[in-house]
Nanobody, 123 residues
Framework: QAHLVESGGGAVRAGGSLRLSCAAS????????MGWFRRAPGKEREFVAA????????VYLDSVKGRFAVSGDNAKNSVYLQMNNLRPEDTAVYYC????????????????WGEGTLVTVSS
């Protein structure tokens, strides 16, 4: 099975920035794409962003467009998420995902998750 380790979370005030990192190893192998999901308290996990290593294209949740930027390093099986102008509603545990692919602007990935990294945004 894949081993996923997220880092970079923390507590910031609204308008602040954070950069998340994730390294994947094990069963996921070489990913065609990697992505990020998040789970806010009392809510379901939702897709946030993904990058395709096949063509470099990116996909974003509408509410984070223009604020978040996803990047990756296929050779390192790593994905990053630069988060700017954070809002309280961005508060969540953020999880990365590997072994994925982007097809027709939709990310498909493995149902395997790490511990996540907590992002707390205060007003």
């Amino acid at each position: 099975q894949a081993h996923l380790v997220e880092s970079g979370g923390g507590a910031v005030r609204a308008g602040g920035s954070l950069r998340l990192s994730c390294a994947a190893s094990g069963g996921a192998g070489s990913s065609k794409a990697m992505g990020w999901f998040r789970r806010a308290p009392g809510k379901e996990r939702e897709f946030v962003a993904a990058i395709s290593f096949e063509d470099g294209s990116t996909v974003y949740l509408d509410s984070v467009k223009g604020r978040f930027a996803v990047s990756g390093d296929n050779a390192k099986n790593s994905v990053y998420l630069q988060m700017n102008n954070l809002r309280p509603e961005d508060t969540a545990v953020y999880y990365c995902n590997a072994g994925g692919v982007v097809i027709a602007d939709t990310y498909y990935g493995m149902n395997e998750w790490g511990e996540g990294t907590l992002v707390t945004v205060s007003s």
